[in-house]
């Protein structure tokens, strides 16, 4: 596509932009900005529990979600989850390692799909914080839904956790593709499920996150992460047709037009390290992109931030833009800078 559907003007600015219209200054909000950076998630997070005890607690989750709305006023809520909920409701036993991260089990490396018990209940409390999170939401906020995308939840379910270069994955892909491709099926099946029950409860718009597509070649990111996500997009999009979707396919670099493209995203999250210039230059004109200043800088803070602020905002003079990070706050990231960010955005925090 070439930028959202045509829909009347919307006093959400995010929404807005999403839907192809430009916003000066741009609307703003952070991934991951409900998480461990902000007290007031932790004295939660101290007194739920694990981190999977918050998820589906739905009103621990909702206040999670609006914690940084309160604070610094966001022009959109994302929810307060992980995309390893999907496996889980699929039947993998999911924990959370203090130190060390998630782990799946049984490994579908050595197991097989049919073998697991799906627990699609798994998603209702899920559904049930977009509810909470919608109803208090101010007026002009846009409420942000999110699965992970096929390729990346997969890495997961086969490996039983994250690595580096997803090699478990890749070498399943490669040596048995009609195995992995199963696997993929029904990932897409059940986001598409999913995505659809979250804008049934109130989201706004949805996001894709495919956090490890910058592990593969061409054509396996053809076959894998562009074919999953077109497949999920024209799924929702039959029952959703007014609900914009954001594509975020971290690390594919030179093949972010043919992501944009092949897959048919409303919207096209960028990281990092993609230059904005050469991205304004060759996505599809019209196309809102979201992004990409790296956490490092917003860490960083005083003349880097202000110069890489003003670099990204420069390299999108007449596109839709959403600012936000080139992928997720980190822990450590002074809530001072936040405040500052926003304020070079022409925003009051």
Do not use: C
């Amino acid at each position: 596509m070439t930028g959202g559907p045509s829909e009347p003007k919307t006093d959400k600015p995010l929404l807005a932009v999403l839907r192809g219209e430009r916003r000066d200054p741009p609307p703003v909000w952070l991934m991951r900005q409900a998480g461990r950076y902000l007290s007031e998630y932790r004295a939660l997070r101290a007194e739920k529990g694990g981190f999977l005890d918050l998820v589906y607690d739905s009103e621990a989750a909702a206040e999670v979600t609006l914690q940084p709305i309160r604070r610094f006023g966001f022009n959109g809520a994302i929810l307060f989850s992980d995309i390893l909920i999907i496996p889980h409701a699929l039947g993998q036993d999911l924990q959370f390692v203090k130190g060390e991260g998630p782990r799946l089990s049984p490994i579908l490396a050595e197991h097989e799909l049919a073998e697991l018990t799906p627990d699609f209940t798994r998603f209702d409390p899920i559904y049930e914080t977009v509810r909470r999170v919608k109803a208090e939401l101010p007026a002009d906020v846009t409420m942000l839904g999110f699965a992970g995308s096929p390729w990346t939840v997969a890495t997961y379910m086969v490996a039983g956790e994250g690595s580096r270069d997803q090699a478990t994955a890749r070498r399943m892909a490669y040596g048995e593709p009609e195995r992995f491709g199963a696997l993929i099926d029904r990932l897409v099946e059940v986001s598409i499920e999913y995505l659809s029950g979250q804008i049934e409860a109130g989201a706004d718009a949805v996001q894709l996150f495919d956090s490890w597509a910058g592990s593969l070649s061409p054509a396996q990111f053809d076959r894998w992460v562009i074919a999953p996500n077109r497949a999920i997009v024209e799924g929702v999009r039959a029952r959703h047709p007014d609900t914009p979707i954001i594509g975020f396919p971290k690390g594919a670099g030179g093949k972010l037009t043919a992501y944009a493209e092949g897959t048919g995203v409303d919207a096209l999250g960028l990281d990092e390290t993609v230059d904005p210039v050469w991205a304004n230059d060759v996505l599809p004109k019209g196309l809102p992109v979201q992004g990409n200043l790296d956490p490092l800088a917003l860490i960083a803070g005083g003349t880097e931030l202000e110069q890489a602020v003003s670099a990204i905002r420069d390299a999108f003079p007449d596109r839709p833009h959403i600012f936000n990070l080139g992928h997720g706050i980190l822990p450590d990231t002074p809530v001072d800078h936040v405040r500052k960010l926003l304020g070079m955005l022409g925003r009051n925090a």
